[in-house]
């Protein structure tokens, strides 16, 4: 029988003594309970309006959280219906009428849209209505009889919550 070399005796010595190391799996359960601790926290189930940087909204104490429906967002350039610009703030001041109608046909279009994704007709739809604190009040008016026109007869004004103060 022929003799391994010391080569081949060396490297079978090494190979015994250090075995590759185990998986420790006791550190990726720790991660994976912290990743679900993490994504539990961070979702919620209250609806989130979404955020404009140019918008001031006005401070409320209100304890109750808004439903999910239409957003219209009023800055101090532009209307937006779901993100979308309906029309210019300077435009809809300088109008002589009371109705909107840019907006009218974008709150109609809207409606069709969601009766059509929840195959029942409600008469009344609601809309939140995130305005910056500084508008106009004329133009606040004209936006409410838009909405009262197009038949959105639950209407909600976002607002920061802030802390009751304590008594």
Same mark, same amino acid.
């Given at each position: ?34 990743? #679900?601790?993490?994504? =539990?926290?961070?979702?919620?189930? &209250?609806?989130?309006?979404? $955020? !404009?940087?140019?918008? @001031? ?41 009371? #109705?909107?109608?840019? =907006?009218?046909?974008?709150?109609? &279009?809207?409606?069709?849209? $969601? !009766?059509?994704?929840? @195959? ?41 919550? #802030? ?5």
């Amino acid at each position: 029988m022929k003799k391994a070399s010391r080569r081949a005796r060396r490297m079978a010595r090494h190979h015994r003594f250090h075995k590759g190391a185990p998986l420790n799996l006791v550190s990726l359960m720790d991660i994976f309970t912290i990743l #679900v601790f993490f994504l =539990l926290v961070n979702s919620s189930s &209250a609806p989130q309006l979404p $955020r !404009q940087k140019d918008l @001031a909204l006005p401070k409320s104490t209100a304890q109750k959280t808004p439903e999910e429906n239409v957003v219209l967002v009023i800055t101090p350039q532009s209307v937006l219906l779901q993100g979308r610009e309906v029309a210019r703030v300077e435009d809809l001041l300088a109008l002589d009428t009371e #109705v909107i109608a840019p =907006l009218q046909e974008a709150l109609n &279009a809207q409606r069709m849209n $969601r !009766q059509l994704r929840r @195959a029942e007709a409600n008469t009344e739809e609601s809309v939140t209505i995130m305005g910056d604190e500084n508008i106009s009040y004329a133009l606040l008016h004209k936006i409410l009889a838009t909405c009262q026109q197009a038949n959105y007869t639950k209407i909600a004004f976002a607002a920061h919550q #802030v802390a009751k103060p304590a008594q």
